[in-house]
């Protein structure tokens, strides 16, 4: 079950968050484009972190032990997901405030 820990972290944190912005069809551009940022800026980030400056790795014990491109897969998630629930959350905020306006 440890094993899990990493990935079932990364799906309670942003799951409520990346699922209303994905039932919201004025949002998936946006999510979509803010994944993609997540992915190029998290995996070279993590990249010269884990692998150049050596400045931190991955808990074994709590990684599925899938690997992409040096990174475990769990990284990869967590760039979509979070960068996902960010904006999904400013998107929802920006449209409160914008409403308050009217």
């Not at 990935?7 to 994944?35: E, M, N, S």
């Amino acid at each position: 079950m440890m094993r899990l820990a990493y990935l079932a972290t990364i799906a309670v944190f942003t799951f409520p968050f990346v699922a209303y912005g994905l039932t919201q069809r004025r949002y998936r551009k946006v999510l979509l484009a803010a994944a993609i940022v997540g992915i190029v800026i998290g995996g070279i980030w993590d990249s010269i972190g884990t692998h150049l400056l050596k400045i931190w790795s991955f808990n074994p014990d709590t990684i599925i032990g899938l690997w992409l491109l040096g990174l475990p897969i769990e990284e990869w998630l967590f760039f979509i997901f979070v960068s996902m629930a960010v904006a999904t959350v400013a998107l929802k905020i920006r449209e409160q405030l914008t409403e308050k306006k009217d």
